[in-house]
């Protein structure tokens, strides 16, 4: 299976670049992992409501732009499904099964998505209901893209 995941800006956090680091190399085995980031848009200190969404468009373009044509374009968003482990474990075991093997995960920045990021969306994912950071989000992520494949597998993980 390839996987890309399609983010906003470069982790800065010592401890999330490890995390991710430790993550994509254990789905080596299961996948071909690969992160495309794009720059966040730079915005004045207390934007308008105009300036933000003329930002969302910019950044939803060139986000857009990163995901791999055929690609099935998973977005997460505040507004998406939520799902257990099992769950979204289940929905990539069955789009597998309907040879759907290029998956892309798209991860907006700061100020969210834009209409047409989430109008080009095959599915969208919500992890909570909590607020994270973009950044965190990568994080929980490739974790639970790697619990996936264990769950489906049946291979032991925290069980």
């Known amino acids: 299976m390839k996987i890309t995941i399609v983010c906003v800006g470069k982790i800065r956090e010592k401890y999330l670049r490890e995390g991710i680091a430790d993550f994509l190399k254990r789905l080596q085995p299961y996948a071909q992992v690969e992160i495309r980031e794009t720059p966040d848009e730079k915005m004045p200190e207390n934007p308008s409501a105009a300036e933000k969404e003329q930002a ?6 060139r986000l857009l732009h990163l995901v791999p044509r055929g690609s099935y374009l998973f977005v997460l968003d505040v507004f998406g ?12 075991a069955e789009l597998a ?13 700061t100020f969210g998505l834009s209409k047409e990021v989430r109008a080009a969306a095959d599915a969208r994912i919500s992890f909570s209901k909590f607020t994270f950071t973009h950044w965190m989000v990568r994080l929980l992520l490739v974790e639970q893209i790697y619990r996936a494949f264990k769950i489906n597998r049946g291979e032991k993980y925290h069980w």
């Open 97 to 109: 099964l309907h040879g759907r093997s290029a998956l892309t995960f798209l991860i907006g920045g």
């Open 81 to 92: 499904r939520e799902y257990s482990s099992e769950a979204f474990a289940a929905d990539l």
């Open 56 to 61: 969302l468009q910019k950044e939803g373009e």
